[in-house]
């Protein structure tokens, strides 16, 4: 197990500095972050190369890179251009995404995995049609379609909550756009589970309980379901990632001051240290949860082990 | 048909809707494939032959198909359906609701609300036809090159893959496409191009790795055929199944993110009729005047939607397990 954590954690690092690389290319190659301090009009040549100079950016771009990650592993993500340290803006905007993408994922927990088993123990029948009819429809809303939608009906239209989300982000303001988000999710949940059940109401170990004698209660919620789950806890771990990033167009329609906010103002403003230490933390936390499903499938699996 | 006890590897199969489930699904198809056949009377059926005699009686297969159908004609021929001009604008009539003539209505500039929404269509499919077309013949020749040859270039791909599955798709969208003035799909399709492709390479993968143990495979390769002989006349004939599984639910889902990123500001840019942006546009008013954003939302949703079920019928039609 202790190799295999470290074999992996090795094979991480060239992901994380390719993935950091083509964002850093993106944003220093691509863009031009010293025109873009001087908004619409054209910098004066002898301050934008003093600029150039100062924030390292007349140096070839690994080196560049180079020293962007040192810097990252002191504890130092530069500061925004408007003067703000990067991190001082992760501190406020973190929280509130990790607040949102809890409400998301304790959504797509309870919803998915309660219409999966009842769809699941039900196959063919009306109930699993119908639950099935809803997750195609679902994923095929796009997100900023039924988070506009649900604001106007639930929020203006019937006034049943606060439309968009104060500065605070309590959890209850936080529902609404946390439904929003985990809705496509939720229907992949739903179907996992329902496949996973089917699939392993025919295995062997349940007729095995079934021929001994055990209530079917019993059967479904310690044989069937604990087995079934396994695939869903993975997905659910990898989505967490997922979400923190797809958070940016639920938080610009609610209003949250979130990652996805800094990230969008930091894009539109060509803010390039804003830009690459958010995408920076945002890859490491997908790596990382990456990591902790696939040791948790040892956990919840035993029979799957690492060498 | 009862349903049978299938020995089965792997976690999932049958009828998730995404391309995120679709991926563990179409793995699966490759193992259950052998051992089917037609009846005994009657020759035995190919794979395809079989599958579009399952199709064709599949209402949902049916349906899928016309909307698509549908779809792609008004996208190359929009004014059959609409004869107005979708840049036509009356200030006089902005946001005003259906009227004669206009029956969704009009945009915040007095542009009719319908005559965009059919127009919209061809943004859409163009985007996502070009690149799931390219991220398919990319993904597949990668993939497949790494199943069959295997060694460092099988690891280099993984591990290339892997870097893009790291960075968030609309994330890196937006910094790639912020930076581009073009005003073309051309872009856009390039980047969904260069995110979409790992997803088809690991199942162009995992099937070419499945279909070169064949033993047919094997005799090929005994009575001296070449590698691109093996592959092309060999392999690629009994893997390509699974591909064209994905991409078609992926085809649904990058026109869903087509859109999303033209409502972030940057994808498609105008003059470009797409959906994308007239919803992001029609968003600010949605308490005045929800119709402007309710039509081409509709629009949009039952395009995706029908991709999505397209590559469930398709699925179901290949995959023998469900039978």
């Known amino acids: 197990m202790g190799r295999y954590v470290i074999r992996r954690l090795l094979q991480m690092i060239p992901v994380f500095i390719g993935s950091t690389f083509l964002i850093f290319f993106m944003v220093y190659a691509l863009g031009d972050p010293v025109a873009a301090m001087f908004g619409d009009r054209a910098p004066d040549p002898a301050t934008a190369a003093r600029i150039r100079e100062e924030l390292l950016l007349d140096q070839p771009l690994w080196k560049q890179y180079l020293h962007y990650m040192g810097q990252i592993f002191r504890g130092d993500f530069g500061t925004a251009f408007n003067g703000q340290p990067v991190t001082e803006l992760m501190g406020t905007a973190f929280p509130v995404t990790l607040r949102l993408t809890l409400v998301a994922i304790v959504i797509e927990i309870i919803v998915g995995v309660t219409l999966g088993v009842l769809s699941g123990l039900r196959r063919g029948r009306a109930l699993d049609t119908s639950v099935l009819v809803f997750t195609l429809v679902v994923v095929s809303i796009p997100t900023f379609v039924s988070g506009y939608v649900l604001q106007f009906l639930l929020g203006v239209k019937w006034g049943w909550v606060k439309p968009t989300v104060s500065t605070d982000a309590y959890l209850d303001e936080l529902l609404l756009p946390g439904v929003v988000l985990a809705l496509v999710s939720l229907a992949y949940v739903t179907r996992l589970t329902r496949t996973s059940l089917a699939e392993n109401a025919r295995a062997d170990y349940v007729r095995t309980a079934v021929a001994k004698g055990l209530p079917r209660r019993r059967v479904v919620t310690r044989h069937l379901l604990r087995n079934s789950l396994i695939p869903v806890v993975t997905f659910i771990g990898t989505d967490i990632g997922s979400l923190m990033g797809g958070a940016i167009v639920t938080e610009r329609i609610f209003n949250i001051h979130g990652v996805g906010f800094q990230l969008y103002q930091g894009i539109l403003r060509q803010n390039s240290p804003t830009v690459v230490g958010f995408v920076t933390v945002l890859v490491l936390v997908f790596l990382f949860a990456n990591l902790v499903v696939d040791l948790l499938y040892a956990v919840l699996d035993p029979r799957i082990r690492y060498a | ?323």
């Not at chain 2, 001009?85 to 945009?107: C, I, M, T």
């Not at chain 2, 005559?115 to 990668?142: E, F, P």
């Not at chain 2, 790291?166 to 994330?171: M, N, S």
């Not at chain 2, 070449?226 to 006349?233: H, K, T, V």
Request: glycine residues 12%; positive net charge; contains cysteine.
């Open chain 2, 1 to 323: 048909m009862p349903e049978r006890y299938v020995p089965n590897e792997a976690v999932t199969h049958g009828d998730g809707g995404t391309a995120a489930l679709a991926m563990a699904e179409a793995e699966t198809l490759e193992g259950g494939r052998n051992g089917r056949g037609g009846s005994p009377r009657d020759k035995p059926r190919s794979l395809w032959g079989d599958a579009w005699r399952d199709l064709r009686r599949n209402p949902v297969f049916l349906v899928s198909a016309l909307i698509i159908l549908f779809l792609v004609v008004i996208a190359i021929w929009p004014q059959l359906i609409a004869d107005g001009n979708p840049y036509r604008a009356d200030l006089a009539k902005a946001q005003e609701g259906s009227a004669p003539g206009h029956p969704f209505g009009f945009d915040t500039q007095g542009r009719d609300v319908y005559t965009r929404t059919v127009y919209g269509a061809r943004a859409s499919i163009t985007v996502g036809i070009c690149a799931t077309a390219g991220a398919a013949l990319l993904g597949s020749a990668l993939g497949g090159l790494a199943g069959f040859f295997g060694g460092w270039w099988d690891a280099l791909l993984s591990r290339v893959a892997d870097i893009f599955f790291g960075i968030p798709v609309l994330l890196g969208g937006l910094v790639f496409l912020s930076v581009v003035t073009s005003k073309t799909v051309w872009p856009v399709v390039g980047f969904i191009v260069l995110l979409g492709w790992p997803q088809i390479a690991r199942i162009a993968r995992g099937s070419v790795v499945t279909a070169k143990q064949n033993d047919y495979v094997q005799a090929a390769r005994a009575l001296g055929a070449s590698s691109g002989r093996l592959l092309l006349r060999h392999i690629a004939p009994n893997a390509v199944a699974p591909v064209i599984v994905v991409a078609t639910i992926a085809l649904g889902t990058y026109i869903s993110l087509e859109a999303t990123l033209s409502y972030l500001g940057a994808g498609l840019k105008p003059p470009t009729v797409s959906w994308g942006i007239d919803i992001s546009t029609a968003s600010t008013y949605i308490r005045n005047a929800p119709h402007m954003l309710l039509y081409p939302a509709g629009a949009l949703s039952i395009t995706v939607l029908a991709f999505i079920m397209l590559g469930d019928a398709v699925r179901d039609a290949l995959d023998p397990k469900l039978r």
